[in-house]
Every structure is written in structure tokens, then in C-alpha cells.
Nanobody
Framework: QVQLVESGGGLVQAGGSLRLSCAASGTIFSIATMGWYRQAPGKQRELVAS???????NYVDFAKGRFTISRDNAKSTMYLQMNSLKPEDTAVYYC???????????WGQGTQVTVSS
């Protein structure tokens, strides 16, 4: 069984920064595509960024230039550095681990990010 635990959320003023972490238990981390998603009140969960097992990254438009995703396979931990935060970034941020070929997909419990104007 895989467990994903997010941390690092909180309240920050617009223009500020936060660094989210996702710590994974189990042995799949190094072969999983890891991703950060977010869900704002009344909205659907959406992808923020992802990083493959090989280190290739993908960002959605709103994250480009402001957010940086990274992973440390030795620590089984993924990060999301968020800079220049905006009130519209307010959401619960979720960690996801996906191994498509094995049909394995796991979610963390989420961490709240609130950006005040």
C-alpha cells in the first residue's frame, strides 16, 4: 500500500511563496509519475504540474514561470515551489502518484493553500 502525505500549505499574502512537499511510503515512488493537483471551492480538481520518473516536467499554463515541480527519489519526496502567489491560487493541493502501465494511482489527503489579497 502506498501513502502520500502532503505538507507545507498555509496562509500567505499575494506575491508570497510556499513550498509544498509530498512524502511517499512504499516502493513505487521512483517509477511513478508524480503530480500536483488542486481543487478550489466549487471547482473541479485540476492538474498543476507533473514530473515523470525520468525527471521530465509538465506545467499547466497558470503554473508556468511561477511554480517549480521537483522530486528526490532518494527521499521518496516530491516538491512544489510556488512563487508570486495570487488569490486565485487558493485551493486544496493534492499529491498524486501514477503508474499507468500497472493501473496504480494514489492520492494524498491534500494540503490547504490560502492566498490573501
Amino acid at each position: 500500500q502506498v501513502q502520500l502525505v502532503e505538507s507545507g500549505g498555509g496562509l500567505v499574502q499575494a506575491g508570497g511563496s510556499l513550498r509544498l512537499s509530498c512524502a511517499a511510503s512504499g516502493t513505487i515512488f521512483s517509477i511513478a509519475t508524480m503530480g500536483w493537483y488542486r481543487q478550489a471551492p466549487g471547482k473541479q480538481r485540476e492538474l498543476v504540474a507533473s514530473v515523470t520518473s525520468g525527471g521530465s516536467t509538465n506545467y499547466v499554463d497558470f503554473a508556468k514561470g511561477r511554480f517549480t515541480i521537483s522530486r528526490d527519489n532518494a527521499k521518496s519526496t516530491m516538491y512544489l515551489q510556488m512563487n508570486s502567489l495570487k488569490p486565485e491560487d487558493t485551493a486544496v493541493y493534492y499529491c498524486n502518484a501514477d503508474i499507468n502501465w500497472a493501473r496504480m494511482n494514489y492520492w494524498g489527503q491534500g494540503t490547504q493553500v490560502t492566498v490573501s489579497s
